[in-house]
């Protein structure tokens, strides 16, 4: 189902306006940051013209039939063009398809929607294509380009827009939605500030990252059964840089404290749980604390000249070394 981020209420408030009043523009350039959900907002824009019976507020109403062809992205007045498959640009054929469609009458006697994206996308051709029907629409038509880039479109595309530039939400907004999408919402102020503030992008970010910390800490369960070989593994961890690996080590480290010395409420790696458990039974406390202090002087060295590599082997050659108390049938 297509819903609004909360940050676009007013813009698409204004849209549905613009349509009541019959001021519509027959091309609509949205544009701004990456990752700010542009093209959700041209989605649920396109579904609302295309809805029979649309709600008080322009939202489509998700029950009549062009929006279960909507749904089904089968609604034959609905044109998406994007680049195709193997390829990065929109091509002259794709547009001439695309006019030869709409020179037949709509299906359904409403809007015809036409979402191209990214719109910077398009070649000279495809885009001197365009030109013709931005300069002459067919009736009931509306066009919504969408770009991150629109110095990058062709002046004479511009000029036949109507501009709609969206800007970064307002952080606390921003953050506020991104907390309740992670796993992990004390992360939402640094990784919104990575993503220069767009929350999607913010998002993307987020899941990458879960996925390489699964991933080494998949590795770091291996150091301590003797499964891996710390120097080959360091090598891989500090690519491209050790401080968010150190960073989660240093996690893990505190919470198998806090499992080993029964104050467990607070876990940093709540969804690590169970694997940190298993690791801190077999260590005693006194040897969980030199483990620590030791992440935390590698931390210390990670802004002075030592070099990555020697660091992250370091740790990670005490964690595998480090003596053991022998669980039921655990091989060291
Ligand atoms: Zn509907």
Same mark, same amino acid.
């Given at each position: 189902?297509?819903?609004?981020?909360?940050?676009?209420?007013?813009?698409?408030?204004?849209?549905?306006?613009?349509?009541?009043?019959?001021?519509?523009?027959?091309?609509?350039?949205?544009?701004?940051?990456?990752?700010?959900?542009?093209?959700?907002?041209?989605?649920?824009?396109?579904?609302?013209?295309? %809805?029979?019976?649309?709600?008080?507020?322009?939202? =489509? %109403?998700?029950?009549?039939?062009?929006?279960?062809?909507?749904?089904?992205?089968?609604?034959?007045?609905?044109?998406?063009?994007?680049?195709?498959?193997?390829?990065?640009?929109?091509?002259?054929?794709?547009?001439?398809?695309?006019?030869?469609?709409?020179?037949?009458?709509?299906?359904?006697?409403?809007?015809?929607?036409?979402?191209?994206?990214?719109?910077?996308?398009?070649?000279?051709?495809?885009?001197?294509?365009?030109?013709? !029907?931005?300069?002459?629409?067919?009736?009931? !038509?509306?066009?919504?380009?969408?770009?991150?880039?629109?110095?990058?479109?062709?002046? !004479?595309?511009?000029?036949?827009?109507?501009?709609?530039?969206?800007?970064?939400?307002?952080?606390?907004?921003?953050? =506020?939605?991104?907390?309740?999408?992670?796993?992990?919402?004390?992360?939402?102020?640094?990784?919104?500030?990575?993503?220069?503030? =767009?929350?999607?992008?913010?998002?993307?970010?987020?899941?990458?990252?879960?996925?390489?910390?699964?991933?080494?800490?998949?590795?770091?369960?291996?150091?301590?059964?003797?499964?891996?070989?710390?120097?080959?593994?360091?090598?891989?961890?500090?690519?491209?840089?050790?401080?968010?690996?150190?960073?989660?080590?240093?996690?893990?480290?505190?919470?198998?404290?806090?499992?080993?010395?029964?104050?467990?409420?607070?876990?940093?790696?709540?969804?690590?749980?169970?694997?940190?458990?298993?690791?801190?039974?077999?260590?005693?406390?006194?040897?969980?604390?030199?483990?620590?202090?030791?992440?935390?002087?590698?931390?210390?060295?990670?802004?002075?000249?030592?070099?990555?590599? !020697?660091?992250?082997?370091?740790?990670?050659?005490?964690?595998?070394?480090?003596?053991?108390?022998?669980?039921?049938?655990?091989?060291?």
């Amino acid at each position: 189902m297509n819903e609004l981020y909360p940050w676009q209420a007013d813009v698409f408030a204004d849209l549905q306006q613009r349509r009541a009043q019959g001021r519509l523009a027959h091309a609509l350039l949205i544009s701004g940051p990456v990752g700010i959900g542009k093209q959700q907002l041209a989605n649920v824009f396109s579904q609302s013209l295309l %809805c029979a019976e649309p709600q008080a507020d322009g939202l =489509a %109403c998700g029950q009549c039939h062009a929006c279960s062809l909507y749904a089904a992205e089968t609604h034959p007045d609905l044109f998406r063009i994007s680049p195709e498959e193997d390829s990065k640009v929109i091509k002259i054929d794709q547009i001439r398809a695309l006019i030869e469609k709409m020179s037949l009458s709509s299906h359904y006697g409403r809007y015809r929607v036409v979402i191209l994206n990214p719109a910077d996308a398009m070649n000279i051709a495809a885009a001197n294509s365009l030109l013709k !029907t931005l300069e002459e629409p067919p009736a009931d !038509t509306v066009l919504l380009l969408i770009t991150d880039r629109p110095s990058f479109l062709p002046a !004479t595309i511009r000029s036949r827009c109507q501009s709609l530039r969206l800007a970064l939400p307002p952080v606390e907004m921003a953050q =506020a939605w991104l907390a309740v999408q992670l796993d992990n919402p004390r992360d939402a102020a640094v990784l919104l500030g990575l993503a220069g503030g =767009a929350p999607l992008a913010a998002e993307a970010l987020a899941t990458e990252q879960l996925a390489r910390r699964n991933s080494l800490l998949q590795g770091w369960q291996e150091l301590a059964v003797g499964k891996a070989d710390p120097v080959k593994l360091a090598a891989e961890w500090v690519k491209p840089d050790l401080h968010l690996p150190i960073s989660w080590v240093y996690g893990w480290v505190a919470d198998m404290i806090r499992l080993r010395s029964g104050s467990a409420d607070r876990l940093t790696n709540e969804d690590a749980k169970a694997t940190l458990q298993k690791l801190a039974q077999e260590l005693d406390l006194t040897r969980l604390y030199g483990l620590l202090d030791r992440v935390l002087e590698t931390i210390k060295l990670t802004h002075s000249q030592v070099n990555s590599q !020697t660091l992250m082997e370091g740790i990670l050659l005490y964690w595998s070394n480090i003596p053991r108390n022998k669980l039921s049938g655990q091989a060291k």
